[in-house]
């Protein structure tokens, strides 16, 4: 069935330094990722998305890779701050309107 | 523009109690969607609503889970009678016609005893 792995499930980096998740997902029908980020205690908030005919896009310190032959996508973010703390999800989805496929989620931790 | 809205925001039930969630979409919005997180895990689909008409329930547990829209606007997810293993946080979001985006409420927390 559908599925979206996400590694790892926490991360620890030094303010500054930047941080990769890693996603894979199993079906071919999904062609639109986004990534949310949950805050503690509140609501999930989509932060980028990507689309399968894309395989880069960036938006200042945030970027996301597509490999759609590998089924892979990862999120990028560069000269990590405090407030990048937070849990992130990369999810699939298929057709416009459709469920949303969640991975399991990242603990992000940023060192002061 | 107002966001998703949910209620309550956290709920404490008793194992064989009832417990209805309600959510309020973005005003315009035709698609509802429930989801759910339990234990820390990965947040799970379990309904999508087109205005009031249920368009993929597939990711509902069982038939404790009940959801509504009537008139297309808000929506209510009950569940009858409670079990521990609901103990979660759900999930509301909304989207307007064929866009991708998805717009999420703030969840409701539920702890089931």
């Known amino acids: 069935g559908e599925n979206v792995e996400q590694h790892p499930s926490t991360l620890s980096v030094q303010e500054g330094d930047s941080a990769v998740i890693k996603c894979t997902y199993s079906?071919?029908?999904?062609?639109?990722f986004p990534w949310y980020k949950q805050e503690l205690g509140k609501r999930p908030q989509l932060i980028i998305d990507?689309?399968?005919?894309?395989g880069e896009k960036k938006d200042q310190r945030i970027a996301v890779t597509l490999n759609k032959t590998a089924k892979h996508f990862s999120l990028h973010i560069t000269e990590t701050q405090p407030e990048d703390s937070a849990v992130y999800f990369c999810?699939?989805?298929?057709?416009?309107?459709?469920?949303?496929?969640f991975g399991s989620g990242t603990r992000l931790s940023i060192r002061p | 523009e107002a966001g998703v809205t949910q209620f309550p925001s956290h709920s404490v039930i008793e194992k064989g109690q009832t417990v209805t969630l309600r959510c309020d979409p973005i005003?315009?919005?035709?698609?509802l969607y429930w989801y759910r997180r339990v234990m820390g895990k990965e947040i799970k689909f379990l309904l999508h609503?087109?205005?009031?008409?249920?368009?993929?329930e597939s990711g509902m547990p069982n038939n404790r889970f009940l959801a509504e829209r009537t008139g297309g606007t808000y929506s209510t997810l009950k569940v009858q009678p409670a079990e521990l293993e609901d103990s979660g946080v759900y999930f509301c979001?909304?989207?307007?016609?064929?866009?991708?985006?998805?717009?999420f409420g703030p969840g409701t927390r539920l702890t089931v005893t």
């Open positions: 079906d071919s029908a999904s062609n639109y």
């Open positions: 979001a909304s989207s307007q016609g064929q866009n991708l985006q998805q717009y």
């Open positions: 609503f087109v205005k009031e008409s249920k368009q993929d």
């Open positions: 999810a699939g989805q298929g057709s416009s309107a459709s469920k949303i496929i």
């Open positions: 005003s315009g919005h035709d698609n």
């Open positions: 990507i689309r399968s005919n894309v």
